[in-house]
């Protein structure tokens, strides 16, 4: 098991909801900037949505309004509530965390999560 690990998603129906977990396993998780991207098929991976440690959060255009991203650096997690879903939503949600060392980056992907937004 990596040290990123994504729970929820599913199928959904267009305008509903799902909310996506990510549990980290870093000791210093708090330092970590944390995000969620998505990948549909035949498309690139695309920022969805990004959350710095204390709390500021950053979204794509085609999330804003509809997605919230949250983390809580006690229980290590990061949560991703999507709403009025839509069918060009669907894709693979990936967790991700990276940590800047002045020289280096430490960067973990979590193995994706699978939302399908269909009726």
């Known amino acids: 098991q990596g040290e990123l690990v994504e729970s929820g998603g599913g199928l959904v129906q267009p305008g509903g909801s799902v909310r996506l977990s990510c549990t980290a396993s870093m000791y210093i998780f708090r330092s970590y900037e944390m995000a969620w991207y998505r990948q549909a098929p035949g498309k690139q991976r695309e920022l969805v949505a990004s959350i710095l440690s204390g709390g500021l959060a950053d979204y794509a255009d085609s999330a804003k309004g509809r997605f919230t991203i949250s983390r809580d650096n006690v229980k290590r997690t990061m949560d991703l509530q999507m709403n009025s879903l839509k069918p060009e939503d669907t894709a693979i949600y990936y967790c991700?965390?990276?940590?800047?060392?002045?020289?280096?980056?430490?960067?973990?992907w979590g193995e994706g999560t699978q939302v399908t937004v269909s009726s």
């Open positions: 991700h965390a990276i940590f800047r060392f002045p020289s280096s980056v430490d960067e973990h």
